[in-house]
């Protein structure tokens, strides 16, 4: 047993971050001081959503000991509602949205009427959360491209619910990689690769965590191919890209489509009548949070990633995620209907 | 590695001893001292925390009826009545002997799934899921007793609670009726608080003083008795450790599972003539082995394939991430090592709770006694903590007084309350291993060889289960229960209709269950009119010590939890001759340690609700 040597640098190198930042913090709570502040959080109040967002009121609470925050939780569906209510919130109010932008931004491709606003328009002002993916199979699948294409019944594929990003990302890829799939719900993450490992379903769409390092390590579970992300490190090199799965016909669209809305997770915005002094502090705030100290620390000890990206970036992967011209935009409904098709009847073909 | 032990041990002592902290927040907020130590050290100490959290748990839900979790309501149900009897060293004995036996079990299970562990992984899946959610279901009619068609009607009852909220196969909202809080389905907590703590505590203003004084004179003699008690019940702990082992090998199957059916195994093998939750032993010791050994269950797919086998191993796992204590199929093989010293924690955290558990004990059961009326604010307090620690809102609150008036009329009516949470967590269980089975097996599923194993030894259990209550059956005669059967039945009624604005696919568990219950609800009321009359039980009356529990609400609402905690406590040692000074002291310590424990984990309670129901920050 010894004690970590390193422990008093890391404080002291914590409490100077800490006193650097505290210069900024200044402009922020002088602009969002003595309000309140309205989080619609688009995702459930249990498990890992919870555990994110007690993290971050936490720290909000800490940067902004004047502001009262008041956060609401719309989890699937009701994101779209909370969505509607927050681009309607006063002029001068102080209103923000912690939202996963893929699973609604698959609900305003299919009808934007559904939502009372358009995504696009928001202020985007930073995403926390960016993600590696693979598409993993269950150990003894074969894995020549041109059976897993033929099966005598659809490939079953693990999914939580119908509306989450995996399941609509995965109906996607049935259709622009040729491989027929079933989502079947209900799965929790843990249970998802329990049931792959067990030989019950054959393929599933993974994080890339240090628990999949695990189970590929093991040989349990075999990388088919990797879909987005920039730290594969820990994946063979050789691994193919979703690029090499493609069918011939299949949109570059759709593909680009899936990889954003796959590599991208959680993302703060604020509603397009936002006071832009507003937005600048709002902006302000969360970068400060994301490179506190203690939020790291937290963030570190709680085994949350925080990965983030600033509103500029995320902006125009939100413009890239949902196409402004209706070839567009029916290109990716035809693929999703397609790969329904394929989970019903495996011989479908898509046609583009 | 031994102050690691020690130290995660006794703290883990600690986070069991008090309701709302549990093993995930405790491991939450002791993660920064297992930072401490090297990756290992720190591992065995997270891992000794989390071994002996289930042992001291027991301890409140016996001795006050506090139960943290769905797992520990198991235990209050038999061993707080066996507490109110004078029997609260015994039952805790039994309780802390089982829970050590279990936990040595698990240990020793997971350290025997070494060479098998991926096979075990790979036995079990949805299908076997479904076999034990029905077997689980049918028990109700054991925990029920003689009354067992109203068992299966609140088992009815919970099922449709379960059903609130997103159905998983469309994602459409189910019976919330606009309420958005309710969209991730009712909070268990605040509805095992209702349904458990609140009528316990409030028959505490009925108790006698003979009552009290049993209780005070509880000695360690009795934990002693207790503990040869669960020796005579080898059998029974060793069948319920593999219940428990069984379930944490699952990952996805929620650990209360294992809790219930081992309870309600114990029904079974009831030969008391004492109808379980009125104060049989084997209801303590069955759901305590379960308890502990479900963790080393949970070690195997956690350790060696990176796959929580529970919620607390989810945070686990992340622990180990921060302290860099790999984990994964090397644990099998070239680092074998690691598996052998965190299953000897396991053992060996088990085995120092004894110690601790026996000094805790007289003191916790002294204070037990002390006063029991006014012990109600408190403990309800800190039940309504524990529901809303992650989540304050008024919906959660609605919940809670929901359940609680729900539980009063189960307890006043003498309906079987376990068979309500029974159906509460088997039912969504049920209802998506169905969905699952039937999308990816099929009619396939009887090939699957353990689906073979679970149907036999189910079926055979059920067959000698359903023999015992056909020899007991009797059907009600009260007046009473015709009313509430009436009511369930144009209740459940209303629910069919409902179902029926559902997509196709969400609509039919909910429909066969309300369906099923009609007529449960209808077979109660016929029976009244083919043999009326007879049997109309007192209604239990006196609560002498409401006012000052809710004084204590008000004083809540207005000051805050701990300074109201802080004052009634004050008003309570002044009224029992305690000198002044000695009363100020203990009390403006209740108050900080309260402070300091919201503090911890929701800040929001430390200030008086009042201010947090106007400003609307209760999350």
């Known amino acids: ?352 | 590695m031994a102050a690691a032990l020690v130290t995660g041990t006794l703290l883990g002592f600690i986070a069991g001893l008090v309701p709302g902290i549990g093993g995930r927040i405790g491991i939450i907020l002791c993660l920064p001292i297992a930072l401490f130590w090297d990756p290992l050290a720190g591992a065995v100490f997270l891992f000794a925390m989390h071994s002996v959290v289930h042992t001291s748990t027991s301890i409140p839900a016996i001795a006050f009826a506090l139960p943290s979790t769905a797992s520990d309501a198991a235990t209050v149900l038999d061993g707080y009545p066996l507490a109110k009897a004078g029997r609260g060293g015994e039952a805790l004995g039994a309780s802390l002997s089982a829970s050590a036996i279990g936990g040595v079990i698990g240990a020793g299970a997971f350290l025997l799934a070494i060479p098998i562990a991926r096979m075990l992984l790979r036995w079990f899946g949805p299908p076997e899921f479904l076999i034990l959610a029905i077997f689980g279901l049918c028990m109700v009619t054991v925990l029920s007793g003689r009354n067992w068609i109203a068992g299966l009607l609140v088992a009815c009852l919970g099922f449709a609670a379960a059903l609130v909220g997103l159905d998983v196969q469309t994602s459409a909202d189910r019976f919330t009726f606009g309420f958005h809080e309710i969209s991730d389905g009712l909070n268990i907590v605040a509805v095992i608080g209702g349904l458990f703590v609140v009528p316990e505590m409030l028959s505490r203003f009925k108790f006698t003083q003979s009552g009290h004084d049993q209780a005070a004179n509880t000695r360690i003699s009795d934990v002693i008795v207790g503990m040869k008690t669960t020796l005579r019940h080898l059998g029974l702990v060793f069948r319920s450790s593999l219940y428990g082992i069984g379930i944490g090998l699952m990952p996805g199957l929620g650990s209360s599972v294992a809790v219930w059916l081992a309870y309600a195994y114990a029904g079974t093998k009831n030969k008391t003539g004492i109808p379980m939750g009125q104060g049989v032993i084997t209801g303590v010791i069955a759901p305590e082995a379960a308890n502990n050994s479900k963790e080393g269950g949970a070690m195997v797919p956690t350790l060696f394939f990176g796959i929580p086998g529970s919620s607390s191993m989810a945070i686990m796992l992340g622990a180990f991430a921060v302290l860099g204590q790999p984990i994964g199929p090397a644990l099998l093989t070239t680092d074998i090592g690691v598996s052998y010293t965190l299953a000897a924690t396991v053992l060996a955290a088990n085995i120092l709770a004894i110690p601790l558990f026996l000094i805790t004990v007289p003191l916790i059961v002294r204070l037990a006694a002390l006063q029991r009326a006014h012990m109600v604010p408190f403990a309800i307090a800190i039940s309504l903590f524990a529901a809303t620690y992650q989540a304050m809102q008024f919906g959660v609150l609605f919940q809670f007084v929901l359940s609680a008036a729900l539980g009063l009329l189960l307890k006043r009516l003498e309906w079987s309350r376990p068979a309500f949470l029974l159906g509460f967590i088997m039912g969504p269980l049920a209802e998506i291993s169905f969905i699952q089975t039937s999308q990816i097996w099929g009619w396939s599923m009887f090939l699957r060889p353990a689906t073979i194993g679970l149907l036999v030894v189910f079926s055979a259990l059920a067959w000698k289960s359903a023999k015992a209550s056909a020899r007991t059956f009797s059907v009600s005669q009260r007046r009473s229960d015709s009313w509430a059967a009436f009511a369930l039945l144009l209740g459940f009624a209303a629910i069919f209709r409902e179902t029926t604005t559902f997509a196709p696919h969400a609509s039919h568990v909910p429909a066969l269950v309300a369906a099923v219950a009609m007529c449960l609800a209808a077979m109660i009321i016929i029976a009244r009119q083919v043999a009326p009359d007879s049997n109309v039980q007192p209604v239990h009356s006196g609560f002498s010590g409401f006012w000052p529990a809710i004084f204590f609400c008000i004083g809540a609402i207005l000051v805050g939890i701990p300074l109201a905690s802080s004052l009634y406590a004050l008003g309570v040692l002044i009224g029992m001759k305690v000198r002044w000074h000695i009363a100020v002291v203990c009390s403006g310590l209740l108050g900080a340690v309260q402070l300091g424990l919201f503090s911890l984990t929701s800040y929001i309670w430390a200030e008086p609700l009042v201010i947090g129901l106007w400003t609307e920050r209760l999350f």
């Open chain 1, 1 to 352: 047993m010894t004690i970590t040597g390193s422990l008093k640098r890391v404080f002291c190198a914590a409490a100077v971050m800490a006193l650097t930042a505290s210069g900024a913090f200044a402009d922020y709570r002088e602009q969002l001081s003595g309000r309140t502040l309205n989080v619609m959080v688009g995702f459930s109040n249990s498990g890992g959503g919870a555990r994110f967002w007690s993290l971050f009121s936490t720290h909000m609470r800490r940067h902004l000991p004047d502001t009262i925050i008041r956060a609401e939780f719309k989890d699937g569906p009701l994101a779209v509602t909370g969505i509607g209510e927050l681009y309607q919130t006063e002029v001068g109010s102080l209103a923000i949205g912690l939202i996963r932008p893929p699973e609604l931004a698959f609900v305003q491709i299919d009808d934007p009427a559904a939502i009372a606003g358009d995504l696009r328009d928001a202020h985007w002002l930073l995403s926390v959360e960016n993600l590696s993916y693979i598409m993993a199979a269950r150990a003894n699948l074969k894995l020549d491209l041109d059976q897993l294409r033929n099966p005598a019944e659809p490939l079953i594929l693990p999914v939580s619910d119908p509306l989450s990003t995996a399941s609509r990302v995965s109906v996607l890829l049935s259709a622009i990689t040729g491989i027929p799939t079933r989502n079947v719900v209900g799965f929790d993450r843990s249970a998802r690769a329990a049931t792959l490992m067990a030989g019950d379903a054959d393929l599933l769409t993974l994080g890339l965590t240090s628990e999949l390092e695990a189970l590929i390590t093991s040989g349990d579970v075999v990388p088919l191919y990797s879909i987005v992300g920039d730290d594969l490190s820990a994946l063979d090199p050789s691994l193919p890209a979703l690029a090499d799965f493609l069918t011939p016909d299949a949109p570059e669209s759709v593909a680009a489509f899936v990889q954003s809305a796959r590599g991208m997770g959680r993302a703060f915005f604020a509603a397009p009548n936002t006071d832009p002094a507003d937005v600048a502090a709002l902006t302000a705030l969360l970068e400060a949070i994301v490179k506190d100290p203690d939020f790291i620390k937290d963030a570190q000890l709680q085994g949350i990633p925080i990965a983030a990206k600033s509103g500029e970036a995320l902006a125009q992967q939100i413009d890239a995620l949902i196409p402004s011209d209706d070839a567009a935009r029916a290109l990716i409904l035809n693929a999703y209907a397609c790969g329904l098709e394929m989970s019903l009847n495996p011989r479908h073909e898509c046609t583009y």
